[in-house]
């Protein structure tokens, strides 16, 4: 590094860290891949540089199982190469799903092999392995693709496998095919087995260059008698002309006898082909525009064609495109191998989302018949996930709109379905929604509010225009754990619920459930074959006290329910049960219940009571076959293990835990207190010794109170199942949450406390009955999910979860008021039931009881609302509590003709529409349509405060408009909404300002100031209260090319524009007191930005660093950081320095200063000193950065150098990456670099720097996404593994760490 090594004025330069915090939904390839086993049937989706690997369930359900996104490259093509050809003959796909927990005879080899084609020039092959059962890793091995010196004649974009395995290809955009001979299927399995170093089952390759512009290319399928021909056929264009071209030779024979045909011209239309299927008998399909031709006997002389002519049907939208919609994508579901041999079955797609099943027979017939309306806007991505047993499931991922699975026919039943008829049966049936919130042009940041209060969220949400119309929405994108709903129950007056208990109603086969208000509780009855809801009195629910809240209810492992209320305690065998059946046990010598815990396990239930003694514990064992205690006290069944606790001081919270057959029960008392005590239930009888309390004083809660607590388990699969620990959760009334480990030996132990801000109102905490390693916590609209993996409190996993539902993708979460969960598939007589609701989670909503199925990874859970059209501008209006969103509408009209009595002619007309959104509203309240011809390009909230206090609140909509004459000029429009309920219902349009040239950009330099980009243009304009008008500068500065974006820092205005420098202006008064732009500085570099903002920097103790930095995004997929330095230190306007360059996978088409870490991430003073920046791209990727202190830059540098030559955790990219410890120099300089882990290290290394990274700017951004791998992999322990990797190896940095090993893995625990 030029700075580093050769002097120090370079030295205090801040970096960049990155990272992608929403990854891409769009997905290029979907591939029905049995890369495990067999019996486990799999589906591929692939993007641009990852993959996820799904199972298909029975009914469709998809499973996530892993992703891998550590190529370090971007995917040009993918297939899937099949060991195996065809899966076993049993129905094991249905076996596996019935028979839980059976671990299937494995192979040791995989039935089929991802093939992807990278642009690092490398085929590579992938498949999953099972070391032990729950475990996965991919394997992989990669073959050299040869290297050209233009992409276009680089192999790898297009991808080919012969469907019997002998043969692959790749092929250029122009010009270069490579032929590839696979192995022998027995030695390609014995090489699977034997774990050999080359696997892979190419043999040997031969280059074949062809002319044209290649277009497709496939494999033919061989006629039965000809099984032994290999047929490639490439469609190219050649002259203008579209040429079909043909490369064949034996399988037995060597490749170098492959014969190469000479093209055959293919009578066709004026227009690029989109899709070629092959078909049995060497016969293909080509389909142009809405051509369809099928084409037979090519190697025997010019091919046969057969043109078929599918029934109009008309699109659903006619006004989407001036032409026609084309075919997008095809696949051929799952049939036998005797009806594969027999004809073709086809699923074709239009880009409109209609999809047609084709069968194409060997004479040349082709039938087609409408599959249904997929309701999407159609990629290319499209697969059969079916067996031949099974409907066909179908999955499409949408283009610019979500995608969809649905099954065509109705799953095996031994119930013979005779009331449907054959188009009620084929009728299409979505069963799940694949997200896709991409392309994406604008991004808004905001702290919203509730649209019905004043209460803001705990931080920032992230909203995003996507998709085209009709599927045009604002998608907020939320990370956590999805909570997919099952089903649904609308009741009233649940805003008052306290808690929440579902327990089976054993002689219904229904569900209870109970919900609790600080003073009374109601009790509903659901059934879940019906889903009818009735609400239960007392009368039809005997065991239950419904007059008072209750504390606690569940239903022991005796099958008895129970419910703790403020009088007592109460149960009952049934929900109504009889006089006889039911206990009751009053609290006659208490003033009331306060707390109660309830162990199902051991029939326990915990009171805590107020007497007029004092306040008391006591324990209860409940036996079904009745008994009374020594006391004669209690009624018949509910025994008390001995005289109750006498406590100090008033209990707010209590929580229980079994551990190894014994209750562990937690107390919090006013003051701060936590009481631990232990009950044996075996042991019974006024002697009983609950072995005493063990205490301690929860830190810093003497200002606020614990109101909850919660105790979890450790995570068996990580902690071991004999683990002698449990953690104590406690929610506090500020928003805070603090954790304790507990020892469960002999003598149990408290150990440290950690603290965590969750929010900002009191946590509540609960625990998942069913699984005790799991509790929830609800403060505010955060839900969260709680995990704790046994090593110490700090390790407390804390992820937020989110409800969705596929029927309504608006669906706004809320608050959670309270939670629980579903019985067991034991107390549920239906096996459709059991099967979606059993164990599923409940979760209390203000208007809705949900039941949601919890998916135990981190996704992203998107929210869309419908707008208008296709969105392309969106802000957060704070006055009205609105999103505002322009988009853009097309339709079909009727005008009348010019001619006398002619026909009306039909016309396409394209206007923008402005949606107002309520913040958690589920549509838009309110839209106002321009006119035809206008465009929107910014939008900006304006409020006016008049001396009498009054608001006045506008939205200032900024674009462009055509006059008569053609011109097109530029235009402010004031639109002043209407607010009603909290929610915008009408727009008044006030008094335009016109330009000469589009407003691009629209900014408020004060309350009373705006400023806007109008073409090439700056505008400052004011308004004026005394004249009620705006008044405009004289002399507005002009710019190389239109302005993009504008940013107001202080008095300094900085300009991205579109084609040029990103420009510094200065405000400054002018002689009449008015203000004017007068030039500061600009960039050193001309760049095409996208988007643009300012962020602070943190604090650096040597104090060379600027206090903030220009951030602007460029076409080039490139962030640049220009520094912006402290007025005293400007000097002249001379450009700024460059601070760091740094390159994203993808371009950022918008950049907001954010807050959208959860208030529970933990971070220095340092990064809390800068500001975090989001930005968008249009791949529906959000990547996070921000500004680090050059002693932190060094650290991460290093630790990502470590990243980067490891194998394990970059195994595709280790031998190339961008920074080299070999002693020759390689496509760069040799440069000294920071090395090692410790924060004062000053030390450098020499490093070999390639030509992509050369240069100190380049060099200081950090790459996130591969940091994460080394904490995925493990964290502090990986690190520690990796050092110890690193010291074996012989080179500099081998060499290095191994002197210096101690102190760098000391330095890993504080980095």
């Known amino acids: 590094m030029d700075g580093l090594a050769n002097g120090h004025s370079k030295r205090f330069n801040p970096g960049i860290l990155t990272k992608t915090i929403v990854p891409s939904p769009v997905i290029r390839w979907i591939l029905h891949a049995r890369i495990r086993q067999s019996v486990l049937n799999d589906v591929v989706f692939v993007g641009d540089d990852f993959i996820h690997v799904k199972q298909v369930k029975r009914g469709g359900q998809l499973d996530h199982v892993i992703s891998k996104s550590d190529f370090s490259a971007h995917i040009r093509a993918a297939k899937v190469f099949s060991i195996d050809p065809d899966p076993p003959d049993d129905d094991l796909f249905h076996t596996k799903d019935e028979i839980a927990g059976l671990h299937p005879t494995q192979k040791s080899y995989p039935p089929q092999l991802l093939v992807l084609t990278m642009s690092s020039d490398e085929m590579v092959f992938l498949y999953l392995e099972e070391p032990s059962p729950g475990e996965l890793r ?77 277009q497709h290319m496939d494999f033919l399928i061989p006629d039965a008698k000809d099984w032994d021909h290999v047929i490639l056929l490439l469609i190219v264009i050649e002259n203008r002309k579209t040429k079909a071209l043909c490369i064949d030779w034996h399988g037995t024979s060597d490749l170098h006898q492959a014969q190469l045909h000479s093209s055959q011209a293919i009578e066709t239309v004026k227009t690029v082909s989109s899709l070629l299927i092959p078909l049995i008998s060497a016969a293909f399909i080509l389909i142009t525009g809405d051509q369809i031709k099928l084409y037979r006997n090519l190697l025997s002389g010019p091919p046969v064609a057969t043109t078929f002519e599918p029934p109009p049907v008309e699109t659903p939208y006619p006004g989407d495109s001036p032409l026609q919609p084309v075919w997008a994508g095809w696949c051929k579901p799952r049939r036998t191998r005797s009806i594969r041999q027999e004809h073709d079955t086809i699923y074709l797609m239009r880009e409109d989302g209609l999809v047609f099943m084709l069968v194409a ?18 990629g290319m991505a499209f697969a059969s996930l079916g067996d031949d047993r099974d409907p066909d499931i179908l999955a499409f991922v949408g283009d610019m709109s979500n995608g969809s699975v649905i099954s065509i026919g109705h799953w095996s039943t031994p119930i013979r379905i005779t009331e449907l008829s054959r188009h009620d049966t084929m009728a299409m049936r979505p069963m799940a929604t694949l997200s896709n919130w991409a392309s994406c042009t604008d991004l808004v940041v905001s702290n919203l509010p509730y649209s019905s209060g004043r209460s803001t969220r705990s931080r920032d949400s992230m909203f995003v225009t996507s998709g085209r119309q009709p599927h045009g929405t604002v998608t907020e994108l939320r990370r956590g754990l999805e909570a997919r709903l099952s089903a649904y129950i609308e009741l009233e007056d649940l805003r008052g619920t306290v808690g929440a208990w579902v327990l089976p109603n054993i002689t219904t086969g229904s569900v209870l459930i109970l919900l609790s208000t600080p003073t009374a509780a109601r009790l509903f009855d659901y059934g879940l074959e019906t889903g009818d809801v009735a609400e239960l009195d007392h009368d039809n629910a005997r065991t239950f006290d419904l007059s008072q809240r209750t504390l606690a209810a569940d239903m022991l492992e005796n099958t008895h329910l129970i419910q703790v209320t403020l009088s007592g305690v109460n149960a009952g065998s049934t929900v109504s049960a009889s006089f006889e059946d039911k206990i009751c046990h009053r609290c006659e010598d208490a003033i009331s219940c306060i707390a109660a815990a309830i162990e199902p396990s051991l029939n326990m239930v915990f009171v805590v009571r107020d007497t007029k003694a004092g306040h008391s514990l006591a324990a209860f064992v409940h036996h079904a ?48 207190m936590m009481q631990l005590f232990i ?61 304790t480990e507990i020892t469960t030996g002999t003598e149990p132990t408290f150990g440290e406390f950690f603290t965590w801000e969750l929010g900002l109102s009191t946590v509540r905490l609960s625990r998942n009955s069913k699984e005790p ?51 067991s598939s034991a107390y549920m007589t239906s096996a459709e039931s059991s099967a979606d609701l059993a164990d599923s989670l409940v979760m209390i909503s203000p208007e809705e009881v949900w039941i949601a199925s919890v998916d135990p990874d981190i996704a992203t859970v998107p929210r ?78 304006w409020t006016m405060v008049k001396d009498d206090g009054k608001r006045y609140s506008f939205v200032l909509v900024g674009g462009s408009y055509t006059k008569q004459s053609g011109r097109v000029k530029g235009r402010i429009a004031f639109l002043q909404p209407t607010i009603k309920h909290w929610e915008v219902v009408d727009v008044r349009k006030g008094k335009s300002s016109t330009f000469e040239g589009p407003v691009y950009a629209l900014a408020l330099y004060d309350p009373m100031t705006y400023i806007a980009c109008a073409g090439s243009e700056v505008v400052v304009s004011t308004f004026s209260v005394e004249e009620s008008k705006w008044n405009t500068a004289t002399s507005s500065p002009l710019l190389a090319s239109p302005g993009t974006s504008i940013v107001v820092d202080r008095d300094l205005v900085h300009i991205a524009t579109l084609q040029d420098a990103l420009v510094t202006f200065r405000m400054r008064r002018d002689a009449v007191g008015g203000y004017k732009l007068c030039p500061e ?231």
């Open 625 to 672: 076959d009745g008994g009374v205690d020594d006391t004669n006290e209690l009624s018949e069944g509910l025994n008390r293990l001995r005289e109750p606790t006498l406590l100090e001081s008033k209990v707010l919270c209590m929580a229980s835990a079994v551990v190894k057959g014994v209750a562990f029960v937690l107390l919090v008392d006013v003051n701060a």
């Open 1081 to 1311: 500085h600009q960039s050193p570099r001309v760049e095409q930005s996208l988007g643009h903002v300012v962020a602070k920097v943190p604090p650096s103790s040597e104090g060379h660093a600027p206090v903030s930095v220009n951030i602007l995004s460029t076409k080039d997929r490139r962030l640049v950081g220009t520094e912006n330095l402290p007025i005293r230190n400007i000097t002249n306007s001379s450009s700024p320095r460059v601070v760091f360059d740094a390159t994203l996978p993808a371009s950022l088409t918008r950049l907001q200063v954010s807050r959208t870490r959860p208030r529970w991430h933990t971070v220095s003073d340092d990064e809390e000193a800068a500001n975090a920046v989001v930005g968008v791209s249009t791949d529906g990727s959000v990547v996070g950065m921000t500004i680090i202190n050059h002693a932190l830059w060094r650290q991460l540098f290093w630790l990502q150098r470590l990243c980067e030559w490891s194998e394990k955790l970059s195994p595709h990219s280790c031998e190339r990456a961008g920074y080299s410890v070999r002693g020759e120099d390689f496509d760069g300089k040799d440069t000294s670099l920071p090395v090692g882990l410790t924060r004062d290290s000053e030390e450098e290394l020499v490093l070999s720097v390639s030509r992509g990274f050369s240069g100190s700017e380049k060099q200081l951004h950090i790459d996130g996404d591969v940091l994460a791998r080394v904490l995925i992999s493990g964290g502090v322990q990986a690190v520690e593994d990796l050092l110890h990797k690193t010291a074996a190896r012989d080179d500099r940095a081998g060499q290095w760490v191994a002197r210096n090993l101690e102190r760098e893995l000391g330095a890993v625990e504080a980095l």
């Open 679 to 739: 009950y044996d239930p075996n042991q019974t009888g006024s002697d009983q010794d609950p072995q005493g309390s063990r205490h301690c004083k929860l830190p810093g809660a003497e200002d606020f109170a614990c109101d909850h607590i919660v105790i979890l388990h450790p995570n068996a699969s990580m902690a071991g199942p004999n683990s002698k620990k449990i953690i104590a959760v406690c929610g506090m009334r500020d928003g805070g949450m603090i954790a």
């Open 361 to 378: 027979q060997p004479n040349g017939t082709i039938v087609m018949s409408s599959a249904g309306d997929a309701k999407c806007h159609a």
């Open 138 to 214: 991919f394997v992989h091995q990669a073959a050299p693709i040869a290297s050209m010196d233009r992409i276009l004649f680089q192999a790898g974009e297009h991808l080919a496998i012969d469907p019997h395995s002998r043969a692959l290809a790749v092929a250029a955009n122009e010009r270069e095919v490579v032929l590839y001979s696979a192995k022998d299927v027995d030695a390609i399995k014995q090489g699977l087995r034997s774990g050999s170093r080359t696997w892979h089952p190419i043999q040997a390759q031969r280059l074949v260059p062809v002319d044209g512009v290649i």
């Open 864 to 941: 869309q609302v419908s707008v208008s059209g296709s969105p392309t501008r969106l802000i957060y209006a704070e006055q009205h509590r609105a999103l505002v969103c322009a988009s853009t509408c097309t339709s079909v009209r009727a005008f009348p003709s010019d001619m006398l009595h002619g026909k009306p002619e039909i016309r396409r007309q394209i206007w923008p529409a402005i949606d107002f959104i309520p913040a958690d509203g589920e549509a838009s309240s309110f839209t106002f349509k321009m006119q035809p011809g206008e465009r929107v390009y910014a939008l900006l909230e």
């Open 773 to 823: 390693s799991v509790g929830y916590a609800m403060t505010g609209q955060d839900f969260c999910a709680l995990t704790w993996d046994g090593f110490s409190p700090q390790s407390l996993s804390i992820n937020s979860m989110w409800a969705s539902d596929k029927a309504r993708p608006h669906l706004a979460q809320g608050t959670i008021a309270a939670i629980s969960k579903m019985p």
